[in-house]
């Protein structure tokens, strides 16, 4: 897929690092499952990951939690 940020790269499969704050909550996603470009570093994740991203956010703020770092990999 061509990156629609830069224009100039290709996707690759690969894995990032994502953050995601909400309310009083900072959870830190490692091993995210990603298209990621080759020439700018942009990059996107599946709508079927971002889904599962959430689930694990909601259960992550309903615990309580202030700061979180989840090794997705492991918790998928």
Do not use: H, W
């Not at 009083?24 to 091993?31: L, R």
């Not at 956010?57 to 700061?67: H, N, P, R, S, Y």
């Amino acid at each position: 897929m061509e990156c629609v940020i830069c224009k100039n790269g290709k996707t690759k499969p690969g894995f990032v690092t994502f953050t995601l704050d909400r309310d009083a909550t900072i959870i830190v996603f490692k091993n995210v499952p990603a298209f990621i470009c080759e020439n700018c570093g942009d990059y996107y994740i599946t709508s079927e990951i971002t889904q599962l991203l959430l689930q694990k956010a909601d259960q992550t703020i309903l615990k309580g939690v202030e700061f979180e770092i989840i090794n997705f990999s492991n918790a998928a």
